[in-house]
């Protein structure tokens, strides 16, 4: 018989990944600040609490899916019941993209209480968490990955391990948002140069992916830079500059200069200067169009170009 | 029967292709600067020339690949015996990495005695030239365009039609390395992050072709600058700053600020102000761990280190 | 008869102010962390004291020289007894160099207390604190702004009054410290080709003085950057990378992209990197040397040297 | 009695020191390509002639102020009727701001023809030309500059030696307008951050000039940047991107990496592209506004507020 998990947070990641454990077959208690969004989760049997610290059992799991390392240090690192009941034996495995310095110091504190924490920050959108295809990035005490695994299998084909170090699968995942933003630039900028030269920016991107880029990275964002196609976002340009903030804050303490990282950092910031942090995070191409004189296409696409564009087989399974 | 070919400069690129004319059943023609390089292609059945004008007949085909935009206007572009013998129908297929600006100057040029220039610069190492695996981008006037394409297709599978603009295709393929130059910082800057992070940099690599950067830019490269791995260049980090430091001048004239063409251009130009000029471009990645206070592997491995990572199935098709 | 003022921190910039202050007349009750770094202003009139708290009276002046946002934070901001001891009618002076975000929280947090809070950042270093000629940057509410010139007076002959907003004045030094770092690095630039070119850099550094640039912030770095002399620090590398990322960082809470502070910032961790947090900032100068492929001058220099350098007449009133 | 000298291009700056030359005594025969332009100055003495080799005489002194490196080098470089007239014992004092390559080109040249090459490019604008009171930057021969001294001073009383070669000069004059540049920046930069935060960016630029910036730089820009007011040019943001990419491509054939060149180099661009060439160089302050979601002020002040600003004291000797 499969052990009872405790589950905080089912937002756009988190509601997924319940579904996934619970089609696995385990027993899982699911607590949400909004618990209306939790709700439909009764249905495919989760139970439903409505305070963080009763979704833990002695010794047992829980997982979280928490939006930035304030509200993972209220809901778990502050809160002194729930690691109490979770006690010795207990693990938290915690999937949101924090810094490093976060998931140490969680660490730290978990300790006091017997309780191991695990750094499993995933990479993958919402569609991907469906489809049990995330990719999971793994460090922390080993005997703990150990027993883990399982779990984890049950919402990703591949974990990658990163070591004891709680800190380092945050920084592995920082430094893979970091690769991706960098590919986002780089395509901004070439396409914003054959633009100028008469070339349509679509015959650029699909040659990438015919020669050196064929990989999701450069076929799902290299589509969209193309068209200038920000809106709906898959995943917000304000969580962007949230991550490549992270990154540079964690290159600084361990004296690391990024120059790119900082490059990308100031395009982040005007593209919410200028109201555009609910853009997807290729957004900041608008930024490199409008130095080079571009005008943006467009944010209201009609319906059915989106719908064609949906259909064309844009594989949303990597952010 | 296959026409005759004339061709102009048999370097670590020329060579090959060459080769694979003949194979393909062409007569081909060569002249090379330094004839020596040339004549193990007699044994082959080249005819070997001792000047670049003997190569061209009257309306037949010839194809350059040289190294500089300097030395393909002396040896093509200011080469009136040869583009005079050339005359009307006569065709230049141009595969050297040049300015679109060169091209435009060469087809204007080459306009006057009948000659039609084809842009055909190639994507791949001289391991993919060896192969017939080149990437070709191809623009000019569309009838010699499809003139060609028998000629093209014993060079390489894939021919990317850029339209009529001579310069076309120079602009895409600048846009490309610019990519893959671009796909070195960020991997540099990665890398860094993570090994001052405990972190082996090898590690990264491997996670990044199993996740979103499953593609032969990120495979090829990523081994290399994990390894630090700079010598002998595949391609070598002079001529990199030639192609990036060409992407910005051509930039510059259509107006298009490339901020992340700027930062690899200060990286390149450093590398070389360091004697690194001779390392392969990856070598770039050797300023950002300076920078971090990362000493750099050292430069003399031994053969059997060189031989194992050669055996370990390195993917060097392109560049 | 003059008002009693309680001084709180007396290092490098603070000890000299105090000694002002006495010469001015003021009684002065001062506490330093190390006290035995305070005893000497005994000797010149100044009462010494072990707690923290005691330096206050009922409805007096506070001033503050602390290094840090978080020591400001500890020894003031969460200083519960000294807050109520100060009570209504009770000013603080906050004289360090911390973020406009740091003196907005404290001013809000002093107000329970009815204390009135002052940003008041010096721009100095220690031999202009002793000389009485700090320019001081002052911001928070008018009444109180009002009452203490007569105490400023004592420290510098200009105050500038940045308005209402406690966190105006820290923006502003903020600011100022941002272009001095600039300065700094566009002098290290410029050297460095003029050097590359067989140009003395003193011979550039005395240029600009004679024209365009005629004024305390290149007269004073010119020199030290043109002669490599980055030791002993008249402002330490470290504090100007604390600066620049405060800078950074209430740029980034404004959403405003500062491009070349992001630059800064790199070449100021790279040196940290490298051990040189000790040096003088303007030995971020040596990062842009280095990447020139150009050697450090040696930083042991012979007394000698030093001497006939401090004798030269370099004005070292302003940072 | 004073030597003949020859004059090519009575532009904004060749116009007001022909008659500053005019004044010292000087016979002063004058080309302009435009010759109306050169016309008014017949009133004053002049000798004005149709084609450019008849300003010379055999072994006397030219002057030359020419806008780019490409007209210098067609009316003096290439024009070898004025070179042979000129012969051995003849001077040319080049006034441009060219690149140190096309000095030390034009050198050679000229040696072939016994003539001796001076570059002398000037600092200060047109009312600085005018006022007499350019700084001159000089390198070339000892002997021909002893000779050349008397003339100088009649255009400016500050010359400045930088040695026997003769690109030495342009290096220098390159180097201070790329220093220009910068201060421009971190003031655009500066300022969008205070305005951000609430304080007037004008009473930041009069801090800055009542502290530590205390110099023509930052007094005559500042205020240009705080008040957004770029039109019309005192010095054209068009000539200003010539400029930093001269100095670029010095640094670049000297392996110097300069990041901060590069950074102003791309908002140049950026401001070219749209459509802001014509502004003054400030005018790139605009780009870090929009960048920071701030609009820029009205290009079409009325004449009212520009006649009250240069009423106002602004001193615009240097550039």
Redesign the interface.
């Known amino acids: 018989m499969r052990p009872t998990i405790g589950f905080l947070g089912t937002g756009s990641m988190g509601h997924p990944m319940v579904v996934n454990l619970l089609k696995a077959g385990y027993t899982v208690r699911v607590w949400n600040r909004t618990a209306e969004r939790a709700a439909s989760l009764a249905a495919q049997g989760a139970t439903i609490l409505s305070l963080s610290e009763e979704v833990a059992e002695p010794g047992a799991l829980i997982i979280s899916s928490l939006s930035t390392d304030r509200v993972l240090n209220e809901v778990v690192g502050g809160n002194h019941a729930l690691l109490r009941k979770l006690g010795p034996e207990g693990i938290h495995i915690s999937t949101s993209t924090v810094s490093?310095e976060t998931s140490r110091n969680l660490a730290e504190g978990h300790r006091r209480y017997g309780v191991t924490y695990l750094a499993a920050p995933v990479?993958g959108r919402p569609d991907a968490a469906a489809d049990a295809k995330l990719?999971i990035?793994l460090s922390g005490p080993a005997q703990a990955k150990e027993r883990v695994q399982p779990v984890l299998r049950a919402l990703g084909p591949?974990v990658?391990d990163?070591?004891e170090?709680p800190?380092?699968a945050n920084?592995?995942k920082?430094?893979?948002n970091?690769?991706?933003a960098?590919?986002i630039?780089?395509?901004a900028?070439?396409f914003?140069?054959?633009e100028?030269?008469?070339?349509d920016r679509r015959?650029?991107a699909d040659?990438?992916v015919?020669?050196?880029?064929?990989?999701?990275?450069?076929r799902n964002y290299g589509r969209q830079i193309a068209e200038q196609h920000y809106q709906p976002a898959l995943f917000k340009l304000s969580l962007g500059l949230k991550d490549i903030?992270l990154?540079l804050e964690?290159?600084?303490s361990?004296?690391?200069?990024?120059?790119?990282?900082?490059?990308l950092?100031?395009?982040l910031?005007?593209a919410?200067?200028?109201?555009r942090g609910d853009f997807d995070w290729t957004g900041l191409a608008g930024?490199v169009s409008?130095?080079?004189?571009l005008h943006q296409s467009s944010a209201e696409s009609n319906d059915t170009e989106a719908d064609a564009y949906a259909e064309s087989g844009f594989d949303s399974q990597?952010r």
């Open positions: 490093p990479l990719s990035f591949r990658f990163l070591g170090d800190g380092a920084v592995a920082l430094a893979c970091f690769l991706l960098s590919a630039e780089a395509m900028e070439a914003a140069l054959v100028k030269n008469g070339i015959r650029l040659l990438l015919q020669t050196v880029f064929d990989c999701p990275a450069y903030s990154t964690s290159a600084a361990s004296l690391v200069p990024l120059p790119l990282a900082s490059l950092r100031d395009h910031i005007s919410l200067a200028k109201g930024e409008e130095a080079a004189g990597y």
